[in-house]
């Protein structure tokens, strides 16, 4: 593996099993998995819709608070770590960057929020400092979201997760409502500010080129399990072990009207 | 009609919509012709791809403006068409299929009923004929239950039912063209595949002209069989999709470009830098993909 051996975990699961009402109604979207996320790496997510994959996310995020198992971060148990070192340790991305923002505040008050929260002063230096980072000049500082690009959007949004200066960024499909040409500028961008700031990113994505391009190592899900582990290099040359990931692949090379009839379903 | 002759002629074809400072140029000036194929168009938001689609189906609505040299459908006039021949003719002969089939179908009705209705309203046929034939239309898309699809309310299926279901209502009619508009951009890409085995079959089985937007290249490449990529309005290449990786035009060669690859990892994905002279600059055409 790309990124086995030398770095440690930086996250790690153990049973995670994320179960969503109750009684009878109980649906399991994560069935017991476990999965190490080296330090400093970029860890993919891969799946299709009802996978569990989002749902991972929101669970290591704090968003969602209904799951067991053993989680640790950066050598603590989840559990165990008080809510502000949690938000200075890991942040999200999501993405709809027109939904993650707030449609009545400027760019600056977005930015300026986690600074008070946490009660971080130098704000104004901060912001411009944080804006510049993700390519944006401070004519955008007091601007509305309505007023900018979805890219120049996501770049906000990237700047709000960078500004407490985390160690860990979740990154939920963050180009995935974006056009190929500024996907192609966020991906450089993330990919650039991982290397500078020695970050972790979980990235959760249904496009297997995206991962090649950004990952070290990936899961594939598939209702609630991982069918497969491997290193980006086994997914680049295509070999694959589970027959699941093989049509995956296949898929996301573009139609082929002879594998769209053997298409099948896996339980 | 001979078979030769184009399902659908676009010549000269510009929507405009008044803004703030003047009329916004939506689509400027684009034509083509359709024969019975699959024609992909492919651009970015804002191309005025999905414009396009809209203004062949009538459906831009004042203020905006729509004007043609030339549109015409199987022979027949779509400028000299009354509104309401028009009517008649969209959800009959002229269909498209949108992005969401969650905003698509009618949320309180059942799935079938919606499909026999639309049979209803231009053929005259009794309610247990419509029903028939809306059972072999969710046949027709692979349902594999189409009786318990029949009954079932827009909630009760999933993206990829759901999707099939609005196309089996477009199908219904035995539609000459079908204009899609990124029909299975929200599906996962298994069922994506299954949706486009199904659109491949009525173009190749029913003779069926079908028009493919989308944002996805690699998609459209593999899908179609011509496309036309446009660019502010306009159409800046057509090529042969066996051919798209050979485009000339330096914006779909930058789209391209772009596009980050399973195979390997660039140190860097290079970005599209725009050049004015794509606003005005000639169509590229690609030997045999002008018919």
Not at chain 1, 21 to 48: K, L, N, T, Y
Not at chain 1, 197 to 203: E, F, Q, S
Not at chain 2, 231 to 237: I, K, L, P, Q
Request: charged share 25%; aromatic share 6%.
């Amino acid at each position: 593996m790309t990124a086995g051996g030398a770095a440690p975990p930086i996250i790690s699961a153990r049973g995670l099993t994320i179960t969503f009402g109750h009684g009878a109604d109980a649906v399991q979207a994560v069935r017991g998995i476990d999965f190490a996320v080296p330090a400093g790496s970029c860890f993919g997510i891969v799946g299709e819709s009802g996978s569990g994959k989002s749902t991972i996310l929101r669970a290591l995020s704090g968003l969602n608070r209904e799951w067991t198992g053993e989680v640790t971060i950066d050598g603590h148990d989840r559990s165990h770590i008080g809510r502000r070192a949690f938000y200075r340790l890991l942040q999200m991305v999501f993405q709809d960057p027109y939904g993650s923002l707030h449609p009545k505040r400027t760019i600056d008050s977005t930015l300026a929020e986690p600074l008070l929260i946490h009660g971080i002063g130098d704000r104004a230096e901060r912001i411009e400092k944080a804006l510049r980072e993700v390519g944006l000049d401070s004519s955008f500082r007091f601007r509305y979201p309505h007023q900018i690009s979805g890219g120049q959007r996501q770049r906000v949004a990237i700047a709000r997760a960078l500004i407490l200066e985390p160690k860990i960024l979740l990154l939920d499909e963050p180009t995935s409502s974006l056009d190929v040409s500024v996907q192609a500028e966020i991906l450089n961008l993330l990919d650039a500010l991982r290397r500078a700031r020695d970050l972790t990113y979980v990235l959760v994505t249904h496009n297997l080129a995206v991962v090649s391009q950004m990952c070290d190592q990936l899961i594939v899900m598939n209702r609630g399990r991982i069918v497969e582990e491997m290193a980006v290099d086994a997914l680049m040359a295509g070999r694959t072990s589970h027959p699941y990931t093989t049509q995956l692949l296949q898929a996301s090379r573009g139609y082929d009207r002879q594998a769209a009839r053997e298409l099948k379903t896996f339980d | 009609m001979a078979d030769t002759q184009p399902l659908l002629e676009v010549e000269d074809l510009s929507v405009r919509y008044p803004g703030h400072k003047g009329w916004v140029e939506a689509v400027r000036g684009v034509s083509f012709t359709l024969g019975r194929e699959k024609l992909g168009i492919v651009g970015e938001s804002g191309s005025g791809k999905s414009t396009t689609g809209r203004a062949i189906m009538g459906l831009i609505r004042p203020p905006g403006e729509v004007t043609a040299r030339r549109l015409v459908f199987d022979g027949r006039d779509l400028n000299a068409m009354s509104e309401r021949q028009k009517r008649s003719l969209r959800g009959d002969q002229l269909t498209m299929v949108m992005q969401d089939p969650k905003f698509s179908l009618n949320p309180v009705m059942r799935v079938g009923e919606q499909i026999a209705e639309a049979f209803r309203i231009h053929h005259a046929a009794a309610r247990g004929a419509a029903r028939r034939r809306a059972i072999e239309m969710l046949e027709a898309v692979r349902i594999r239950d189409p009786e318990r699809v029949y009954r079932a309310y827009p909630h009760e299926l999933s993206g990829g039912m759901g999707q099939r279901a609005m196309i089996a209502m477009m199908l219904v009619s035995n539609p000459r063209l079908m204009i899609a508009d990124e029909p299975t951009s929200a599906l996962d890409v298994t069922v994506q595949m299954q949706v486009l085995g199904i659109l491949d079959d009525l173009v190749s089985e029913r003779g069926m002209g079908l028009i493919f937007i989308s944002h996805d290249l690699n998609l459209v490449a593999s899908f179609c069989d011509r496309i036309l990529i446009m660019y502010a309005g306009r159409v800046v290449e057509i090529c042969r999709a066996a051919r798209l990786h050979e485009a000339r035009h330096p914006y779909t060669r930058g789209l391209l470009d772009a596009l980050p690859r399973v195979e390997a990892r660039q140190e860097r994905l290079p970005t599209l830098t725009r050049d004015p002279a794509w606003l005005t600059g000639a169509t590229i055409v690609d030997e045999g993909a002008e018919a």
